[in-house]
């Protein structure tokens, strides 16, 4: 197993105590080489023994001679049940940030560091408290509720992990009402909603170096008069090179509908495993054809750091 040093003990618990500022619980990951001969192939296998700081048992591990970093947290999260990106190692100290960095180097020797797993919880990184923010013909609209989720529904009120509008609030008018008393600035359409540009469009930069998404999504008023039902998603790096989500359709439920009637309704199309390993920086809604009276009211970019 992993011998550890004082000084490197220490180093865990400060880390410890910081990710649970964050509200990331933690978890140790004591690993060994599995004892005795090799197996046929001429290799032993990798085992990952998991435990939390608390000492509870998460569950032993074994993998491949040549097993890399994402096939361990892939395990775990298997194993857990929570979402894969929601795992992340550390390695004296250092985060194992590439997924596929060989584990085998990081698991020989008697000196070799104590693995650290940490298990976040997911968030929406569209939100302008988190650094984000439109680009292109909305840059300016800064004050409306489209990044501002955790404004109109604040964690300490509805619960974490909260990236919808809560099915007591999703009747139109009701929604118009509770944004106008959580803001006096939010009172009317054009004050709640952000109308789509003319490009059809909706930019929004992340902030920091991004996010590891899942998914993507955005809450929308289906009884508005439009034509334009197909939502196409992507992301980049770079604000440059898009890369393709996927679709998502958003229909209407009738001409010019009285809000009183119908409710909003929150869409979300999932990244696939490839993009979701990579921060991503930006990430565009583009709906096709003409958008005549398309609003929004909350953008959603769910993952984790």
């Known amino acids: 197993r992993f011998r550890c040093s004082s000084a490197c003990d220490a180093a865990l618990f400060a880390m410890a105590d910081d990710a649970s500022a964050e509200g990331v619980e933690v978890a140790a990951v004591a690993a060994a080489a599995a004892a005795g001969g090799p197996f046929e192939g001429g290799a032993a296998p990798l085992v990952a023994v998991v435990t939390t700081l608390a000492?509870?048992?998460?569950?032993?591990f074994e993998l491949a001679s040549g097993a890399c970093v994402a096939d361990l947290t892939d395990a775990v999260a298997e194993r857990t049940e929570r979402h894969w990106l929601s795992?992340?190692?550390?390695?004296?100290?250092?985060?194992l940030s590439d997924p596929t960095e060989p584990l085998a180097p990081l698991l020989a020797g008697d000196d070799a560091p104590a693995l650290t797993l940490l298990f976040a919880a997911e968030r929406n990184f569209a939100l302008a408290s988190m650094g984000a923010a439109l680009e292109g013909e909305l840059a300016g609209q800064v004050d409306k509720p489209l990044?501002?989720?955790?404004?109109?529904?604040?964690?300490?009120?509805?619960?974490?992990?909260l990236f919808d509008v809560p099915t007591d609030k999703a009747p139109g008018t009701v929604l118009a009402g509770h944004l106008k008393n959580i803001c006096t600035e939010w009172a009317g359409d054009c004050?709640?909603?952000?109308?789509?540009?003319?490009?059809?469009?909706v930019v929004v930069r992340l902030g920091g170096d991004g996010a590891r998404l899942t998914r993507l999504g955005f809450t929308y008023s289906p009884w508005d008069r439009n034509y334009g039902r197909v939502c196409s998603i992507s992301v980049s790096v770079d604000g440059e090179t898009w890369l393709d989500v996927g679709e998502v359709e958003t229909p209407y439920c009738t001409e010019r509908g009285n809000p009183a009637e119908h409710s909003v309704e929150t869409?979300?199309?999932?990244?696939?495993?490839?993009?979701?390993?990579?921060?991503?920086?930006?990430?565009?809604f583009e709906w096709q054809h003409y958008m005549g009276g398309r609003r929004?009211?909350?953008?959603?970019?769910?993952?984790?750091?």
């Open 147 to 161: 990044l501002r989720h955790d404004v109109a529904f604040p964690a300490e009120d509805w619960g974490e992990g």
């Open 55 to 60: 000492g509870e048992d998460v569950g032993r």
């Open 87 to 95: 795992h992340t190692l550390l390695a004296g100290g250092r985060q």
């Open 267 to 284: 869409k979300f199309v999932d990244v696939p495993k490839d993009l979701g390993r990579v921060p991503q920086r930006f990430a565009k």
């Open 191 to 201: 004050a709640q909603s952000t109308f789509l540009p003319g490009d059809n469009s």
């Open 296 to 305: 929004l009211y909350f953008l959603y970019a769910v993952g984790y750091p």
